[in-house]
Each structure stands twice: as C-alpha cells, then as structure tokens.
C-alpha cells in the first residue's frame, strides 16, 4: 500500500502545463486580432455604394 503521508515528488509537467496553457491563449487572442484588423481593413477598402460606379 501506499503511504498517505509521503510528500509527492516536485514535478515540472504542472508548470510546463501552465505555461503551455497560457502561451495557448495568448496565441489565440493573437490570431482573433490580427483577424479582426484584417477584416476592418478589407472594408475600408471596398468602395461604399454611392461611390459605385454606374452598370447601365
């Protein structure tokens, strides 16, 4: 059996973990907001409809 009263052993896998965990969510939000700026510039870009050239 095991004893209750043992200390468990240091380990560096629940900081790795924590640390992967928040280099995870830092990329993520990265993504979200190059995405976002890329979008909001694309918009710009695209004539607004009383610019639109006439089709007749």
């Known amino acids: 059996m095991s004893d209750k ?3 468990p052993e240091k380990s560096w896998t ?3 973990a924590l ?3 928040a280099i995870g969510s830092a990329a993520i939000a990265a993504a979200l ?3 976002s700026r890329r979008k909001e510039r694309a918009e710009k870009d695209q004539p607004t ?3 639109a050239p006439e089709t007749d």
């Open 5 to 7: 009263n043992a200390k």
């Open 14 to 16: 629940g900081k790795a």
């Open 49 to 51: 409809p009383k610019d």
């Open 19 to 21: 640390a992967g965990a």
């Open 33 to 35: 907001l190059y995405a």
